[in-house]
């Protein structure tokens, strides 16, 4: 009789251990590896506190990135708007400056032309200024003869 109670308790402690690993397993994978299941009411605070904490550092997080994401879009918008403004200021400079070379281009060519307008008369009066000095050499020699 004794060994049928022996065998009994021991079948029962047999139950017992295998139901509770039955019963862990079983919890482990409701609850997720890792993480352990809620007993209580003091563990269950505890991880509703810490869900609420890491949702509103989720939710300063997002708006943070949402704050950088409107700068970030501002910014480019800026950018976008300074480069238009320089380029058209670029163009407006570059057509100035095509407009004053062809001005100092001009005034060159006209100042060479009346360089080398100038240049003939300057040869047409020395010209004229030799054979006005042969004439007056001519004529001293003639004031010269008569005398």
């Known amino acids: 009789m004794l060994e049928i109670v022996s065998e009994m308790v021991f079948c029962l402690v047999m139950a017992l251990l295998l139901g509770f690993s039955i019963g862990f397993l079983l919890a482990e994978s409701l609850y997720g590896v890792g993480e352990k299941p809620i007993f209580?009411?003091?563990?269950?605070?505890?991880?509703?506190?810490?869900?609420?904490?890491?949702?509103?550092?989720?939710?300063?997080?997002?708006?943070?990135?949402?704050?950088k994401n409107r700068l970030l879009k501002e910014c480019q918008d800026e950018s976008r708007n300074i480069k238009e403004e320089l380029l058209k200021r670029i163009d407006t400079l570059e057509k100035r400056r095509a407009s004053l070379e062809e001005k100092r281009d001009r005034e060159c060519r006209e100042l060479d032309e009346k360089l080398s307008e100038l240049t003939k008369r300057l040869k047409k009066k020395e010209i004229e200024l030799r054979e006005f000095e042969t004439v007056l050499v001519k004529a001293e020699k003639t004031i010269d003869t008569l005398k």
Do not use: N
Not at 40 to 57: M, N, Q, T
């Open 40 to 67: 209580g009411d003091k563990s269950s605070d505890f991880d509703a506190s810490e869900s609420l904490e890491k949702s509103k550092k989720i939710e300063k997080l997002e708006k943070r990135c949402s704050e």
